[in-house]
């Protein structure tokens, strides 16, 4: 039975989760704020009223080019998405529906992998890809990104395919599919969505990396993440222009986060409520 | 053709045996109703006949062919499951025409034979809806039809009216019997409802724990269970089983007599009890009593009679239709 909430509780609670979302949202715009002021403004102290200046933005495209570390970022992410789904639909496909003793070991062990520190192996991935010549290029990016977001794509897929029920492809079996065919006609279909949810909170995660591409790279490969760090120099900080690089680094992603909200909150909820 | 032999079939899944070995006939055009507790291996039965399990011993002939190792689809049977397992992104006209696909057919066979399948299911008018759109009744009506397009040597259907309320259970029981008439192929059937089994099969198959306690028609499970179990499982409401003195009167460890088998009287008869509850049907009066020196018993009657919670009522079984069962739970 549905619980009977006051219009005043009501009220309360959406009160209450307005300020907690714009809490959260407050850097963001503070951000974008402080791109459209002058540097002086910008240390100023704290101001919510910029004097509207885009001269921050100008300065960032024609000192530094900010469509390179835009294209290693968009290469980089899509990359390493598409090369860890490569990996992880065969390896999800294979634990959901042909689970062994040991499927539960393994993906937990997949997901340990997750809490160690990056840190602690900094060094050697560091010499792996000097001794390489994989530092600061866009495969080697790539496959860092690729190895360090694999478990939680396998997981996110892993729960999607289990939701498949057996007895579909069971069914499929009985009508005369073959094992291509099961696979063309109704799994796949069934599985799209879920696939797709999984590719776009990757790309969003590796968007967002900021460890291993800023270690990792110089010039050449640096990504956006690279780029927004490249404003806090021995020379002093420019809030201002950090900010305008930061709102450059994020929109892209922003955007695409907007448009695809519902897939993106699809594919994180999915499997908790039946 | 659909004559379906089981010889010796088991099934283990490691150390537990699910099923020991099995011998079982159906006959071409039989409708065979497998029924038993939740757990009795009626499922795993089916599975193993679909070719969905694998078979730990024995050989499963259809048609004179062994098909044991063969693969579900070149078995030639259809198969409607319990959750309808229709595929979600497809048309029900795509649903019902996914096995002709797969088996290669033209397009003007496949949308003859699709709008064949929905007259016959009453399916016309949805021919283009999706699964979600469609009622429990509608996609078990969509099951059927991706199952008879095939035109399989037999049916197999697992529960396939677990999921519906009781009122569309009853109208779905009444189309599948229909469609065997119709199309007079063998059917085979799971359901753990023994209402079903009665009223549908030419042939029931009662299992428990695996084995086969009896194979007969619904009359002869009805009127000479083999043993206890079939006793006290088919009939509704179940057979009264009595024991101790009264059995032993007969020469029996346990007697058996039906609910429907006994006379009420308020006045004389064998039996003294009290009545606990009294469920009045309009057509049957159902009465739960307390008979002295007997035990717990449940008696139906035919039409109305009135008598409450707390009145006494003398009842007197039918002689003829007492079962006795000997002390190993077999029928004397």
Not at chain 1, 255 to 260: A, E, K, L, P
Not at chain 2, 107 to 114: L, N, Q, S
Not at chain 2, 296 to 321: N, Q, W
């Amino acid at each position: 039975m549905a619980r009977a909430v006051s219009t005043r509780r009501k009220a309360a609670f959406t009160a209450a989760a307005w300020l907690v979302a714009f809490v959260i949202f407050f850097p963001i715009l503070y951000t974008i704020l402080t791109s459209f002021k002058t540097e002086p403004e910008a240390i100023a102290g704290f101001s919510l009223f910029p004097s509207w200046t885009s001269e921050n933005y100008v300065e960032v495209q024609t000192q530094r080019d900010y469509f390179k570390p835009f294209m290693n970022s968009v290469v980089i992410s899509v990359g390493s998405t598409l090369l860890a789904l490569l990996v992880a639909i065969p390896a999800a496909w294979s634990m959901a529906f042909s689970p062994t003793k040991r499927t539960k070991d393994i993906l937990m062990w997949m997901l340990s992998t997750k809490m160690m520190p990056a840190v602690a192996v900094l060094v050697p991935i560091y010499l792996i890809f000097r001794d390489t010549g994989l530092l600061d290029t866009r495969i080697g990016l790539t496959v860092m990104l690729t190895l360090i977001n694999l478990p939680i794509v396998v997981w996110m897929l892993y729960t999607y395919f289990r939701e498949i029920p057996g007895e579909i492809l069971e069914a499929s079996r009985m009508d005369g599919a073959s094992l291509l065919n099961e696979i063309v006609y109704v799994l796949t279909p069934m599985a799209i969505p879920g696939i797709a949810s999984t590719m776009l909170l990757n790309i969003i995660l590796a968007w967002n990396e900021a460890f291993w591409t800023i270690r990792l790279t110089t010039t050449n490969a640096a990504p956006l993440t690279a780029f927004i760090a490249s404003f806090s120099s021995p020379q002093g900080l420019f809030w201002a222009k950090l900010s305008a690089a930061s709102t450059l680094a994020i929109a892209p992603i922003l955007i695409m986060g907007w448009f695809s909200q519902r897939q993106l909150v699809r594919g994180l909820t999915f499997g908790a409520v039946k | 053709m659909g004559q379906i032999t089981l010889k010796n079939v088991s099934k283990s899944f490691g150390a537990t045996i699910i099923i020991p070995e099995i011998d079982l006939t159906i006959e071409d055009g039989e409708f065979v109703v497998f029924v038993g507790p939740s757990g009795c291996g009626k499922s795993t039965l089916l599975r193993l006949i679909a070719g969905l399990e694998d078979t730990s011993a024995g050989a499963i002939v259809i048609d004179g062919r062994d098909v044991t190792g063969e693969a579900p689809a070149k078995r030639k049977l259809a198969m409607v499951f319990q959750s309808y397992a229709l595929y979600p992104h497809m048309t029900v006209a795509k649903n019902i025409a996914f096995p002709l696909k797969m088996a290669g057919e033209d397009k003007a066979t496949i949308d003859r034979k699709v709008a064949d399948a929905a007259r016959i299911l009453n399916l016309t008018n949805y021919l283009d809806r999706r699964p979600g759109q469609l009622s429990g009744g509608q996609r078990q009506r969509v099951a059927i039809g991706r199952a008879i397009v095939r035109q399989p040597s037999a049916f197999l259907f697992d529960e396939p009216l677990s999921n519906l309320d009781a009122a569309l259970r009853g109208t779905m029981r009444l189309e599948i019997s229909e469609l065997h008439h119709q199309l007079k192929t063998t059917m085979i059937y799971v359901t753990h409802d023994q209402v079903e089994a009665m009223t549908m099969a030419d042939k029931i198959v009662v299992l428990n724990a695996g084995n086969i306690e009896q194979v007969g028609s619904p009359m002869e499970l009805y009127k000479t269970p083999k043993n206890l179990f079939v006793a006290g499982f088919i009939g509704s409401p179940k057979m009264n089983l009595i024991n101790g003195a009264v059995a032993a009167k007969q020469g029996a460890a346990t007697i058996g007599i039906r609910p429907e088998h006994m006379q009420i009287s308020t006045s004389a008869g064998g039996w003294k009890a009290t009545v606990g509850v009294a469920e009045h049907l309009g057509s049957d009066t159902f009465l739960h009593v307390n008979a002295d020196g007997v035990g717990p018993l449940t008696v139906r009657a035919d039409g109305e009679i009135s008598v409450r919670h707390g009145d006494t009522v003398f009842l007197t079984p039918d002689p003829t239709k007492l079962h006795r069962f000997s002390e190993d739970g077999r029928a004397m």
